[in-house]
Structures are given as structure tokens and as C-alpha cells.
């Protein structure tokens, strides 16, 4: 392997730090005037936070509250689903997708998905269904849109609920609209590390349903529109105005960083090209009509040669994490829902060959070429033949 300058570059999985301190003056002053205000839980700053997300994305209402799971239940419930009642979720997902669908009592069913873009696939949410299906969750994954047209003629046909998890996908699109859009709801999270990202937990759903909205504002407050009555139990689901003062600054330069995003995906493209390792370091898939805003840049590899290589990039100083290592169906927790290795071949095959490579916005073409220079290290120690296959 060429020795370069790039060679002592430690590259870490995202920045969050560094995106901080970017913008640490206009977070300290939205933070100070929080302060001032001594309104610190929902509030004019969360309404606003709503109001401005709603408009980005192309929706009329949006409810803020605790993190993108809480986005998830506060939906399904509001929606009326509960015990009895089955959700179709895709086996290779974050937990959160699923554990929201236990939360509000009712049982998730999981189906597989598309094994070149990792998407639930609509063909097989049709053999999940019963009479008892009562909604889907689709997973915009790693920030691609899924097939919303398949998903939503499915829905229609099964009368189905549809609450996109877009939690990975803020500020993607599919035929020219934003996810979010796509459904009766879409939970989205601002955890630190996704598209937009809070200094701590933070969620919220899009609906265009003003009913729905009106229950979802009433349920992150214990139930209740009129303060000390409650018409049902609900939760404390609220979000903190320091969080939303945050958002606010950040969400200002989200198509800048989304952008930024795009193009480190297009040039990690190019440098797996120059390397030749494609044929095992598989980039990865964008379907047509998709803006894809690549949250995370997901390649696969053989599994034979996965865990190692992880751990050689490790070794290396170059962040990578694996999104993920088990299939929903094969989780301790879904034992008694009785599912077993082999009902998921695809979702199993995916969580044995995927890697996540460093991704951010602000990732310098010197990173990218160093993670691409450390992986074509490994290939040519212990996979050469895979790689003159290319
Ligand atoms: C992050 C994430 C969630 C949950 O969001 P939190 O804010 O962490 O609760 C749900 N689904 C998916 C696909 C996610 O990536």
C-alpha cells in the first residue's frame, strides 16, 4: 500500500462535537434567551420549533416531544391501536421501530426487505397479513425512502394505518416529496447523530390530521388539553425548550449538510471505484426518484470477512459501526412471538455483511480517502483474490 499524508488521519464513525462548536455563539445565545425566559418545557420555542419543522417538511401539523421512539408510540396510540392488534414492521430495522409497537400493547409482525437497498419490502409485507393487521411501519433506512407508491397501494387495499419512521431520513425524498408525507403519521427523531440532531433526546411526529395532532399534543401531557383533566392516560412525553432552541438553529442549515452528505457519499462512490472494490466492498444502492441523505453509508461486505475488517478499521482508528448485527426476529425479547433463524434469509443476510463507514457532513475528501486506503489494506492481505475478482 502508497504511503500518503492521509495516512495519519483517525477518522471518527460522526462529529458531533465538531458540528457544536461550528455553532456554538448562535446555540449559546438561543440557549441564554431560554434561560432568560424561564419557560424551559414546551412553550413558545417548542411551537416554534414545530411550526418551522412542519413547514420544511411539507406538513401541517407536528408535535413535538422526547425522542423519535416517543414519536412512534404517541402515533400508534393516537392512531387507537393497542392490545390485539398486529404492526408490520421490517425485521431489519432499529429495535425502536418495533419496541414502539409492544409499548402501546399491541404486536409487531415483522417482514423482510429488499436485499440490495435493505428497505421493507411491499410484497412481503402482503404475506404478513392478517385480520388483524391494523398498520405498517415503513423504515426510510439509512436515509433512502422506501417504495411509498407499493406501500401505499397495499395500505389502501387493506385499509392499514401507514406511521413512516423517518427517524434516519430527515430531509429525504421519494418522487419529489419529503418523507413525512407519505403517511397518517411519521415519527421523526432528533437523537445527536441523526440529520438533525439535538444535544440530548428529542423527537417529534408529522401528521396532516388535525384530530390526530390534537390527541397526540394531549398525550405527551399526561392526557390532558385542559391542564389537571385528563380525558385518558396519556405520558410525559414533552420536549425541553433548550432542545428545541437548539433544533432551531441547527434546522437553518440542514439542506447545507444534507448536500454535504451527498456529496461524501459520492466520493467514498469514487474512491471504491479507484480502488477497485466494488465486488466486495458493495456501496451502497440508490433507487430512482430517491433524494437520499445517506444518515448513515452503508456498504456490504462478504460475511466471512465482516468482524474482521471491522476490527481492523478499529485498529486503524477509523470509527465504523454495524447497523445492525441481528434481525428484529431473532431479538431475546421477541422470542415468544415465536419466530426463528431462516424466516428472514434476507434480513439475516443483511445483518451479517453490512458496515457503516464514517459519515457526517463535514467529513474532508483527506478522511474519506484514508478509510478507503485502510479498507484496500485489508483486502489486499486477506482477500486478494476478491479483489483482482473485481
Ligand atoms: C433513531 C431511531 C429511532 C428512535 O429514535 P430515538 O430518538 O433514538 O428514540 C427509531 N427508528 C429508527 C429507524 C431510528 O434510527
Redesign the pocket.
Known sequence: MVQTAAEAVSVPLCDIAGQNAALAGEIEAAWRRVLASGQVILGPEVSALEAEVAAFCGVRHAVAC???????VLALHALGIGPGDEVIVPAF?????AG?VCRVGATPVFADIDPATYLLDPAEVVQRLSPRSRAVIP???FGQACDMAALRAVAEEHTLYIVE????AFGSGYAGEQCGRFGHAA?????P??NLGAAG???MVLTDDVGLARRMRALRVHGSEVRYYHREVGYNMRLDALQAALLRVKLRYVPQWLEQRRQAAARYDALIQQAQLQQWLQPPVVLPQRYHTF?QYVVRVPAAHRDALVQFLKSHQIGVEI?YPLGLHEQECFRHLGYQRGDFPRAEAAAASVLALPMFPEITPAQQQRVIEVCAAYAAAHAPSLRRAA
Do not use: E, P, W
Open positions: 422526547s425522542s423519535g421512539t416517543d414519536a412512534l430495522t432499529f429495535f425502536a421501530t414502539a423504515v426510510h433506512l419512521d423517518a427517524a434516519q415519527a421523526l427523531s432528533f437523537y447523530t441523526k433526546d428529542a423527537g444518515n447497523y
